[in-house]
């Protein structure tokens, strides 16, 4: 009963499945019943995910990529409950993948994903990395630090040529870290947002 519904960045709306809301032009909005999996939009690793995805949307790098249709292929690490991928879905990204090593992560994404009606585009399995789907040409993964040192080479191994990564769940303090082990992975960091002690990255695999 605490959960209302909460915006994130310029228009994306996640809405509990239990609360109302009334959409405005320009909303993006995620329906969202999490049940035990992480992913409601509360955590600040969550939001600067989130907001990520939309300067993605906004520089269009979601409507350019490898999917059938002509659209980005999302690779979402650690989906919980599916937010981040549901998110990209609803922005204007093609193929969705996501993948969790917990299986309740893996049906809340499936239920998440058939309540906003991309039952269709995502795909989710339970597992980790190498997904052998790839490449992407967009990879989330909001993780912590020490997950995304120990993956840094299969991230980025994962993303197609030019390809982009975002990278959250790193506290502050392990945000060098984070960058060593990606720039041993051949990845660049080209971006960086904060809220409070937490930090998300985003690297490119060079073209």
């Known amino acids: 009963r605490h959960v209302g519904v909460l915006q994130i960045g310029r228009g994306i709306v996640i809405r509990p499945t239990w609360r109302r809301h009334r959409r405005r032009p320009g909303d993006t909005v995620i329906a969202m019943d999490p049940g035990m999996a992480f992913g409601t939009g509360l955590h600040p690793t969550t939001r600067l995910c989130l907001a990520g995805i939309e300067r993605w949307a906004d520089e269009r790098r979601l409507e350019r990529g490898r999917a059938r249709d002509g659209r980005a292929r999302l690779l979402d690490v650690g989906c919980g409950s599916g937010i981040l991928a549901i998110a990209a879905g609803l922005l204007g990204a093609g193929e969705l993948v996501g993948v969790d090593t917990d299986p309740i992560a893996i049906e809340a994404t499936v239920a998440n994903a058939r309540r ?65 082990a990606f720039e041993a992975a051949g990845l660049r960091v080209v971006g960086r947002d904060a809220e409070g002690d937490w930090v998300a990255l985003e690297a490119e695999r060079p073209a």
Do not use: C, H, K, M
């Not at 190498?130 to 040192?149: E, Q, Y």
């Not at 993303?159 to 870290?177: M, Q, T, Y």
């Open 116 to 180: 906003n009606r991309l039952a269709r585009r995502l795909r989710a399995r339970q597992g980790s990395l190498p997904t052998g789907a790839g490449p992407f040409d967009l990879v989330a993964a909001n993780l912590i630090a020490s997950v995304l040192d120990a993956l840094a080479a299969d991230l980025a191994a994962e993303l197609a040529p030019g390809g982009r990564l975002l990278a959250s769940g790193i506290f502050v303090d392990r945000e060098a870290d984070v960058r060593e």
